[in-house]
């Protein structure tokens, strides 16, 4: 080898350490490594089991205004430690999202089940209705924005994953609205969008609502922009339950809504997040979107559980 090449290939080194091992930033008791340009950190050394003192709840807090998405890893935590450490950061929403019948398998009503197994533990048959529904999951999307008053906090804590797949992909919707051309800013700030849990399960082509379900499923009115009420920053408010522009003509905004999607979900906003057991990944849904990616869930099992924490109300009623 050349001297050179040698130099060339020391540079290429050192550039790639820059750019792979961002230095970790300490927030409180956290030290935090950067995962993505903007979004996503990583915490190591917390034992979330105990009690959780306000220092330790607000350097979280904190710590998801900057980075969005947290991935804390190593927690041994079961279903009523998951449950208590997620009530330190407010009100709890119900598991319920109104179209689901496979009857808690978790013993915490407001534990959402997000996992590919029945009451059994069994890996659900591949036409049972749960399954079909899940698949929602894989459209990019934000909990509960289908409700009045959309989810905070998202909770995910990893319990069985698959050797490959089922990843987690996050994307940063301050990044995405930063970054969109003033004119399309101008264009769609002040827009309202109806949501419902019903659309994007139609999306992927499931559509055996039955009457009652349809009446739970009506949709809530959200704004399609937003202002972060803690960090202060715009972002898009984008999901796959999006269904209408309000004053719009459907096509139009579906088209819309789509070509914001595409914009605001490119590789260079996303956070890929390969589960290890015992990761607790927190996510802010007011800033990001997420989906799942597939994985051989006839094979596999996956059972991931949730916990979200409620907004503070509908976002209709918020001020840019
Ligand atoms: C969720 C969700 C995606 C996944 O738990 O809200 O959308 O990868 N999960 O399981
Ligand atoms: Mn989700």
């Known amino acids: 080898m050349t001297a050179s090449t040698k130099q060339r290939l020391a540079a290429m080194d050192a550039e790639s350490t820059t750019t792979l091992c961002e230095e970790p930033v300490t927030i409180g008791q956290l030290r935090i490594t950067p995962l993505h340009s903007t979004i996503g950190g990583r ?38 430690q998951q449950f208590a450490f997620a009530t330190r950061f407010g009100p709890i929403e119900d598991a319920s999202s109104g179209v ?53 906090y998202s909770m995910l804590h990893a319990r069985v994953v698959p050797p490959e797949g089922g990843e987690t992909e996050f994307a940063d919707m301050r990044a995405a609205w930063d970054e969109l051309p003033a004119k399309m800013k101008e264009k769609v700030k002040d827009l309202i969008c109806d949501h419902s849990i019903i659309t994007s399960r139609k999306k992927l082509g499931f559509d055996e609502f039955s009457a009652e379900e349809l009446k739970r499923g009506a949709p809530s009115p959200q704004r399609l922009v937003r202002r972060h009420e803690s960090s202060g920053r715009i972002s898009l408010f984008l999901s796959a339950h999006i269904g209408s522009i309000h004053g719009w003509h459907v096509p139009q905004a579906l088209a819309l809504i789509n070509d914001l999607t595409e914009f605001a979900t490119q590789r260079k906003f996303v956070y890929q997040h390969t589960w290890t057991v015992h990761d607790l990944v927190i996510w802010d849904n007011r800033c990001t979107m997420h989906r799942g990616r597939t994985y051989d869930s006839h094979v596999y099992p996956r059972d991931l559980r949730r916990v979200t924490v409620r907004g503070s109300g509908s976002t209709v009623d918020e001020q840019l």
Not at 59 to 79: E, S
Not at 128 to 138: K, Q, T, V
């Open 43 to 80: 915490v190591q050394g917390l034992d979330l089991r105990g009690p959780v003192s306000d220092a330790l709840r607000d350097a979280i807090n904190t710590a998801m205004d900057r980075f969005a998405v947290l991935v804390i890893a190593g927690q041994q935590l079961d279903d009523a």
């Open 100 to 152: 689901k019948e496979r009857g808690n398998r978790l013993s915490i009503k407001e534990m959402n089940d997000i996992s590919n197994l029945d009451a059994d533990g069994k890996i659900l048959a591949a036409d049972h209705r749960n399954r079909m529904y899940a698949l929602g999951n894989l459209l990019w999307h934000s909990d509960s924005s289908f409700k009045r008053s959309p989810a905070q």
